[in-house]
């Protein structure tokens, strides 16, 4: 439909079709309640036997029988004629080869017919009488009883016209199988009376076309949103893409020339090549005597052993106006340290020792040790980090709850390999072998300045050393709160970042750079020791 018109002139011829189908379907249900004849009265076999006419009620006339070979004679009278068309006329066809045959016997032939599914009638109501009309037949079924194939029918264009428009074709009753569509003119062409019905109305474009925008503004970034993460998009270069086929030997049977990183096979005397890979790779505990395959970085032997090892130098961000100050970090024992020299913090991340019952490469705390921790006392509003795991994913949530924090999140980091595979021999799980790990996030307050919805809940990063936590976490936190004070409990000299203070028992003494922080640190802390309780005491 090209205009409004159109549409509104297809609306009404639509609501005028609708009424005719409704009294084409009470007269049809006025005749099954006259005859007192339902769907599952009809007889299913067409060639059960000869149709009878059957007198009415209250008529004493002969009952006539229409034989089988004028029933084959009135199939193929109708297998040659132009549908729709009303009883009377098809009446005067068959008489011209059944001379002998009524218009009610031929009603009823018709009728019994149409309970076979050789055919289609409708009844129109004009001018108080009622008229049978035959709408179309089945061809197929017709030529499979009287042996002949189907003619085809010549018939006048004008005459095709006028009688699709004064019998239009459409009921829903129907299945499709059964109709013969017919087509009508209208002026976007021509189309059929099915179609015309399930065109959609102007409304119905409008509403559409209204929803399409709607989802266009839900779903395209703003402006503000498109600046925030371009401010906190990798630069040009800063990442390299691991090769999918590991080796360069692998990589070079598919294509000659690549410029992802690539591994190197590392081989040693007591190595054995048949063996395999090793499942732990670079986080084995026994490389110098492991006979089973390593492998190391092409080309940079020690750039992953540097950056594991190096503390993180400090953050120069051009393109934005926030400050990173250097890592700091004191050597201290958590359980006795004065917590109120440190100040208040917007994010807190700990990944305590759990007692997790199983053997670990270095000591753990006590539940109630843990429920103890003074917590709250350096943060009013702002997030905690919790990393739990095992037994300990229950008591970490009683914890944020003793803590005065709501769980809002939960992070899951996936482990892979050193080949950027999935881990499948972790050596955490008592009936399982676990392959991730989870953060709980937990809210306080009311926090302010913080950046939502730029990172998903799922991290996908590399194992390293044992209970080393992915580094992708501080880009995470530190994109959710841009150029805030961060605070890490349980941390070790991997750990340390720009704009964090890290805490714990195996870090290199003491390193702090703000002023305030160091005041107070040593008026509580003369001797720069805080492995024991002070000896000022504690608040």
Request: hydrophobic residues 35%; proline residues 6%; aromatic residues 4%.
């Given at each position: 439909m090209s205009s409004t018109g159109d549409i509104e002139a297809n609306k009404q011829r639509r609501e005028k079709l609708r009424d005719k189908?409704?009294?084409?379907?009470?007269?049809?249900?006025?005749?099954?309640?006259?005859?007192?004849?339902?769907?599952?009265?009809?007889?299913?076999?067409?060639?059960?036997?000869?149709?009878?006419?059957?007198?009415?009620?209250?008529?004493?006339?002969?009952?006539?029988?229409?034989?089988?070979?004028?029933?084959?004679?009135?199939?193929?009278?109708?297998?040659?004629?132009?549908?729709?068309?009303?009883?009377?006329?098809?009446?005067?066809?068959?008489?011209?080869?059944?001379?002998?045959?009524?218009?009610?016997?031929?009603?009823?032939?018709?009728?019994?017919?149409?309970?076979?599914d050789l055919l289609r009638t409708d009844s129109l109501t004009k001018d108080a009488a009622s008229t049978l009309t035959i709408l179309s037949v089945d061809q197929a079924k017709i030529s499979s009883i009287t042996g002949s194939s189907p003619a085809p029918v010549e018939t006048d264009s004008k005459d095709l016209k006028r009688k699709n428009e004064e019998f239009p074709v459409s009921d829903a009753s129907v299945p499709p199988s059964k109709v013969q569509v017919t087509k009508v003119k209208t002026k976007g062409g021509e189309d059929s009376i099915e179609s015309l019905l399930s065109s959609t109305t102007f409304k119905e474009q409008e509403s559409k076309e209204m929803g399409q925008e709607l989802f266009d503004l839900l779903t395209v970034p703003t402006v503000k949103e498109q600046s925030l993460a371009e401010k906190f998009k990798s630069r040009e270069g800063s990442v390299r893409e691991f090769c999918s086929r590991g080796t360069r030997e692998e990589c070079s049977k598919v294509k000659p020339s690549c410029d992802k990183l690539h591994f190197r096979r590392i081989i040693k005397g007591h190595t054995d090549e048949s063996l395999g890979d090793c499942s732990f790779l670079n986080t084995c505990f026994h490389m110098d005597t492991c006979k089973y395959v390593h492998y190391e970085v092409e080309n940079s032997p020690t750039v992953v052993e540097k950056a594991v090892a190096s503390p993180a130098k400090k953050v120069e961000r051009s393109d934005s106006k926030v400050t990173m100050l250097p890592p700091q970090w004191i050597q201290c024992d958590i359980r006795f340290l004065d917590k109120s020299v440190l100040g208040k913090f917007?994010?807190?991340?700990?990944?305590?020792?759990?007692?997790?019952?199983?053997?670990?490469?270095y000591g753990t705390m006590q539940d109630d040790e843990m429920r103890k921790l003074d917590i709250p006392i350096i943060q009013d509003d702002g997030f905690l980090f919790l990393w739990v795991t095992g037994r300990a994913m229950e008591l970490g949530r009683e914890c944020l709850r003793v803590w005065g924090y709501q769980q809002v999140e939960e992070l899951i980091w996936v482990k892979t390999n050193q080949l950027q595979r999935l881990i499948r021999t972790g050596r955490t799980g008592h009936w399982l072998n676990h392959g991730k790990e989870h953060c709980l996030v937990g809210i306080k307050g009311n926090p302010e300045g913080y950046n939502k919805?730029?990172?998903?809940?799922?991290?996908?990063a590399e194992v390293r050393q044992t209970s080393h936590k992915p580094d992708e976490i501080y880009g995470l936190i530190e994109r959710l709160s841009p150029g805030t004070r961060k605070i890490e409990f349980f941390g070790r000299m991997h750990n340390v970042q720009p704009n964090w203070v890290t805490l714990g028992n195996q870090l290199d003494g003491v390193h702090l750079v703000e002023p305030e922080l160091i005041k107070n640190f040593k008026e509580k802390y003369p001797d720069m020791n805080a492995l024991k309780p002070s000896s000022k005491g504690n608040h």
């Open positions: 189908i409704k009294k084409r379907k009470q007269g049809l249900q006025s005749f099954n309640a006259a005859e007192n004849v339902t769907p599952n009265e009809a007889p299913q076999n067409f060639t059960s036997g000869a149709i009878v006419s059957e007198p009415k009620d209250g008529q004493t006339t002969e009952e006539e029988e229409i034989s089988k070979e004028d029933e084959k004679k009135i199939l193929e009278k109708l297998s040659v004629m132009t549908f729709p068309s009303d009883l009377t006329t098809v009446h005067e066809s068959v008489k011209e080869v059944i001379t002998a045959i009524s218009l009610e016997s031929f009603e009823r032939a018709v009728k019994r017919l149409e309970e076979q917007a994010v807190i991340m700990a990944d305590p020792p759990w007692d997790i019952h199983m053997e670990l490469p919805g730029l990172d998903a809940d799922v991290i996908v």
